[in-house]
């Protein structure tokens, strides 16, 4: 497992960054529980429902020859789903009512890089962040 500081670090970097996003939860390749802003049963209820987002996402692909989904946003009345997939690992957020939906992609995907990379914590500096 990562080192929870820098696992912490990054996702309050997330949250202040991307005031959009509301409840995250990461897993790693075994989808063990790398930090997450909710408490652990609903955290692993996140992340069962985006393994289960994607395989669904991945089966539609499947049947029409595309590759692995690696991002996916369900919209809803309420606020949107995001995931973001790296290999095996994952982020997946609840967001408020219309994101902006690529800020919100691009922000996941530099909190879960920053986990994997814990000397990449200052990629929102420099590639400008998604303020």
């Given at each position: 497992m990562?080192?929870?500081?820098?696992?912490?670090?990054?996702?309050?970097?997330?949250?202040?960054?991307?005031?959009?996003?509301?409840?995250?939860?990461?897993?790693?390749?075994?989808?063990?529980?790398?930090?997450?802003?909710v408490?652990?049963?609903?955290?692993?209820?996140?992340?069962?429902?985006?393994?289960?987002?994607?395989?669904e996402?991945?089966?539609i692909?499947?049947?029409?020859?595309l590759?692995?989904?690696?991002?996916?946003?369900?919209?809803?009345?309420s606020?949107?789903?995001?995931?973001?997939?790296?290999?095996?690992?994952?982020?997946?957020?609840?967001?408020?009512?219309?994101?902006?939906?690529?800020?919100?992609?691009?922000?996941?995907?530099?909190?879960?890089?920053?986990?994997?990379?814990?000397?990449?914590?200052?990629?929102?500096?420099?590639d400008?962040?998604?303020?």
């Open positions: 990562l080192a929870g500081v820098d696992a912490t670090q990054a996702l309050s970097e997330l949250t202040t960054i991307s005031p959009q996003v509301r409840r995250v939860a990461v897993a790693a390749a075994d989808d063990s529980l790398v930090v997450a802003n408490q652990h049963d609903e955290a692993q209820r996140l992340v069962a429902g985006a393994r289960r987002l994607l395989a996402a991945d089966a692909g499947g049947n029409r020859g590759a692995t989904v690696t991002q996916l946003e369900v919209a809803l009345g606020g949107s789903v995001f995931v973001v997939r790296d290999g095996d690992r994952l982020i997946v957020a609840t967001t408020s009512p219309e994101p902006t939906v690529g800020l919100v992609f691009y922000d996941l995907k530099t909190c879960l890089r920053t986990i994997a990379d814990p000397s990449r914590a200052d990629a929102w500096e420099d400008g962040g998604a303020a």
